[in-house]
């Protein structure tokens, strides 16, 4: 079967215009942003979805993504304040908010982006001292992410964050610098050890006065203790006196005899309780000390006079000590002792 002309014509016509009806479909995917031209004029910008255009009229311009971007800064040498040089490099993150400026304000968006970052990297880490380049990266990033997204504000691009990702001294600076931080610790040691010594004097020093003040204030009492018992002792010795003299006065004479037999049976008491191991020869006038404990049975009498007395106890008289000392009276005959009672003195 041959196809006439007006049929083909139809049909090529049915496929032109099946052609621009193909061409007029436009779909934006998710994340991106597409502008439209129209006889090279920038008209509107289509969203996600499913867009008509006016085919041989309308046409897509510029694809923007308006995903949030990483770009990678290079390395690059910077002299610090201090005139020493680092290198340094980073990353930068930003979004595209406007697709329109980014497409037609600047040319090759990301280029622009990179080299203003490298640009305000050296200006930023110029301006500090090779300390605070170290120990401040926070403020660093701060100020360049503040003057980077001030810069491309116009562009319909977002800089949402700047990170100096790594740091490099010279190794010679790095020797430098580790000497210099072991130098300060060495004294930090030094100065933390000098203050405890000195703590720890101070703390002996406040020990040993406490203890003399405590070894004064105990000596101090023991001296306040002994002259209340000396001035006790003196006072009940002073009693003792006075009676003593009263009864003297009185006419007694047997009291004294009886302070004079105590005294010395108390020092008899002293001598045999001394720790000597040593045989010590001594004369004791043994005498004496009868008759010293006559007058204390005299006192006893006086001062119980209705007392029976034993009619078969006889006084007996003081007789002479014998020993090693007198040794020509060995032979004489002792003095017959008298079976009569001896009157007591008067």
């Keep these: 079967m041959v196809l006439s002309g007006l049929t083909l014509f139809v049909i090529a016509l049915l496929i032109f215009a099946l052609a621009l009806v193909l061409l007029g479909v436009r779909t934006v995917p998710q994340g991106q942003e597409w502008t439209v031209e129209r006889f090279g004029r920038y008209t509107r910008t289509l969203q996600p979805g499913l867009h008509l255009l006016l085919p041989l009229v309308d046409r897509i311009g510029r694809k923007q993504s308006m995903m949030e971007t990483v770009l990678d800064v290079p390395s690059q040498e910077v002299i610090t304040r201090d005139n020493a040089m680092v290198t340094a490099d980073g ?3 930003f979004q595209v908010i406007d697709a329109a400026k980014a497409s037609y304000e600047v040319n090759n968006l990301e280029l622009a982006i990179l080299n203003l970052t490298m640009t305000n990297t050296r200006t930023v880490m ?5 300390d605070e380049l ?4 926070d403020q660093i990033n701060a100020r360049l992410l503040g003057v980077v997204d001030e810069a491309t504000s116009p562009w319909g691009v977002k800089v949402t964050r700047i990170e100096i990702r790594d740091i490099q001294p010279p190794r010679d600076l790095v020797d ?7 130098a300060e610790r060495d004294r930090r040691a030094s100065i933390l050890e000098a203050e405890g010594q000195r703590q720890a004097a101070i703390l002996r020093a406040e020990g040993a006065k406490q203890a003399a003040i405590l070894q004064a204030e105990g000596r101090r009492e023991a001296a306040f203790r002994d002259a209340e018992a000396r001035e006790r002792s003196a006072q009940a010795e002073a009693e003792a006196t006075r009676l003593v003299s009263d009864a003297i006065a009185g006419g007694s004479a047997q009291a004294i005899n009886y302070f004079v037999a105590q005294r010395y049976v108390d020092a008899l008491t002293a001598v045999a309780a001394a720790p000597n191991q040593k ?3 001594m004369p004791l006038e043994a005498a004496n000390v009868i008759g010293a404990i006559g007058g204390i049975a005299e006192i006893a009498r006086e001062a119980f006079p209705n007392r029976p007395q034993n009619s078969g106890t ?9 020993g090693p000392w007198n040794r020509d009276e060995r032979n004489r005959e002792e003095p017959k002792r008298s079976d009569a009672p001896v009157p007591p003195e008067s």
């Design 314 to 322: 006889a006084s007996v008289p003081p007789q002479a000590p014998r």
């Design 126 to 130: 110029g301006s500090m001292d090779l």
């Design 134 to 137: 170290l120990s401040q990266r």
């Design 176 to 182: 430098s610098m580790a000497r210099q931080m072991k």
């Design 279 to 281: 045989v010590l020869f």
């Design 91 to 93: 990353v930068v993150f």
